[in-house]
């Protein structure tokens, strides 16, 4: 993932580190106005991951990826508005998705949110993540088979020696088979990224994805 950063006056910033800075910027505010770390924000640095191999390996099925996707769990993360049965379908164009969020508020009320996630502008092998009223970042697909699992993966290097770090496990299914979550779990796990930071997305039964679908 992204790696750590210093600059001074006579060093110019470089276009890649235009997403980092916003970051950055995200953890120092939350770090001064909180009473305590928020649970993404984690002492320590990103693991090491090979985002070009990941690439290339998943250029070729970037279509398959297009489709609905359900938020099975996810690590805190304070620009995730929607609460409950969250549900995401993207649409490939060739270059690009374009994501429509649905589900439910933590008050009960159904939002939709609209976005795209598109290859970096910097050239670095990842997506960005674009969504309304949330900061850009980037997003590493670590695992999926296209048809019933996916885990995303966000992870930045900041000050203090503070990792800011974000996590997916998305589903075909709004209640997918165990051996799909272990998978992601797996995954996960060999990153060393803490199990118990994770929270899982109420779904199921009492979601109305037929409205969601409508809106």
């Known amino acids: 993932m ?52 990941l690439w290339q390996e998943q250029k070729p099925n970037h279509s398959k990826f297009g489709g609905v996707w359900y938020e099975f769990s996810l690590i805190n993360n304070p620009y995730q508005l929607i609460d409950k049965c969250v549900r995401n379908e993207f649409k490939f164009d060739g270059q690009q998705f374009e994501v429509t969020e649905t589900g439910l508020t933590a008050e009960g009320h159904l939002l939709k949110r609209k976005g795209t996630m598109y290859p970096s502008t910097f050239g670095e092998p990842h997506w960005t993540m674009d969504m309304e009223n949330a900061a850009a970042g980037p997003v590493v697909i670590l695992e999926t088979d296209y048809d019933n699992y996916a885990c995303l993966y966000t992870c930045l290097d900041v000050r203090y020696g503070y990792e800011v770090e974000f996590a997916f496990i998305m589903s075909r299914s709004p209640t997918p088979a165990e051996e799909y979550v272990w998978r992601c779990e797996k995954v996960f796990k060999d990153l060393d990224v803490d199990a118990s930071s994770f929270k899982k997305t109420i779904q199921g039964s009492s979601c109305p994805y037929d409205t969601q679908k409508s809106l």
């Not at 910033?13 to 106005?33: C, D, E, G, N």
Request: aromatic fraction near 10%; charge should be neutral; proline fraction near 10%.
């Open 2 to 53: 992204q790696r750590g950063f210093c600059t001074d006056r006579h060093t110019p910033i470089s276009p890649s580190s235009v997403m980092k800075l916003q970051f950055l910027q995200l953890f120092l505010t939350v770090f001064a106005t909180a009473e305590k770390i928020p649970d993404f924000v984690v002492p320590g640095k990103c693991p090491n991951v090979d985002e070009d191999k």
